[in-house]
């Protein structure tokens, strides 16, 4: 592929690795499936421009390293991307914002900062209906439970396709479990 992007195809077979993951409950491996796709989102949404002397340079859209940045856990790049974008809430076409990525994956200094000095929307549902919150407690991770309720995040809104609550998806097979869910 021209830019070194997925096809179409391999896209929607990544979208759908990771929607089947998402529908059998098994999260714990969707990190892996986010961080390809948003490789691939970062290399779709590249341009190649040529100046003067021939030489060529890739340019990245801000949003989609933005993205791709708080998965990987490089506050640095997520800094200056989010210097560049209007709006670091803005989700991806799956609803997944930056900080539903970095909670994920576990990188509470780049939550700290997309919601301390970004302001970045805690509630925000992606169109599953999970909010960082949902994402947070499906970890167990308390730290970033406390700080996002500390932050606004409301514990009661609730997924779409079983309408539960962010404790509800606390991890009973996963180590802090008694502490998440209570």
Avoid at 43 to 65: C, E, M, W, Y
Avoid at 152 to 174: H, I, M, P, Q, W
Wanted: aromatic share 6%; charged share 20%; proline share 2%.
């Amino acid at each position: 592929q021209p830019g070194g992007g997925q096809s179409q195809q391999q896209q929607q077979s990544t979208t759908a690795a990771a929607d089947a993951e998402a529908s059998s409950g098994d999260y714990s491996s969707l990190i892996a499936v986010s961080t390809a796709v948003a490789a691939a989102a970062a290399a779709a949404a590249a341009s190649i421009t040529q100046n003067a002397a021939g030489n060529k340079r890739v340019n990245f859209d801000p949003h989609a390293l933005l993205l791709d940045a708080a998965v990987e856990g490089e506050l640095e790049l997520v800094r200056e991307c989010a210097r560049r974008v209007r709006n670091v809430s803005t989700p991806n076409d799956e609803g997944i914002t930056a900080l539903h990525n970095s909670v994920c994956a576990g990188h509470f200094d780049i939550v700290q900062f997309l919601v301390e000095q970004c302001g970045c929307d805690v509630n925000y549902a992606d169109n599953d209906g999970w909010t960082p919150l949902h994402c947070a407690a499906s970890c167990n991770n308390l730290q970033m439970i406390r700080f996002l309720i500390e932050h606004g995040a409301s514990v009661f809104a609730t997924t779409l396709s079983d309408n539960e609550t962010a404790v509800r998806k606390c991890e009973e097979d996963e180590e802090g479990y008694r502490e998440c869910y209570d």
